[in-house]
Nanobody, 123 residues
Framework: VQLQASGGGLVQAGGSLRLSCAAS????????MSWFRQAPGKEREFVAA????????YYADSVKGRLTISRDNAKNTVFLQMNSLKPEDTAVYYC?????????????????WGKGTQVTVSS
């Protein structure tokens, strides 16, 4: 699976962004999908995950109620809608997929990674 994230940018605190991750190469609907992020000087951390059919989602506590993960299997794309952004959301955001279809929220469980997209939230 090849993954390509896009949609990052510079936004003021309280603003919104929508990230996209386009997948190609294999059957997209056979994979759960996740978003991770890495802030400057910090380790990469889990943000959100979605099941193969989109029926189950899981979020890090720090983003619950503000970020929403979704997917369109017909378009081989997973999205991350980011609302009420905070300066602490500033990071490079990565989409990723595990080997299996089950939801995985740890970095070590991912085998496919997209190139990150930078999100910067100004105060």
């Amino acid at each position: 699976v090849q993954l390509q994230a896009s949609g990052g940018g510079l936004v003021q605190a309280g603003g919104s962004l929508r990230l996209s991750c386009a997948a190609s190469g294999h059957t997209f609907s056979s994979y759960s999908m996740s978003w991770f992020r890495q802030a400057p000087g910090k380790e990469r951390e889990f943000v959100a995950a979605i099941s193969m059919n989109g029926g189950v989602t899981y979020y890090a506590d720090s983003v619950k109620g503000r970020l929403t993960i979704s997917r369109d299997n017909a378009k081989n794309t997973v999205f991350l809608q980011m609302n009420s952004l905070k300066p602490e959301d500033t990071a490079v955001y990565y989409c990723a997929a595990p080997r299996s279809g089950a939801i995985v929220i740890v970095e070590a469980g991912m085998i496919y990674w997209g190139k990150g997209t930078q999100v910067t939230v100004s105060s």
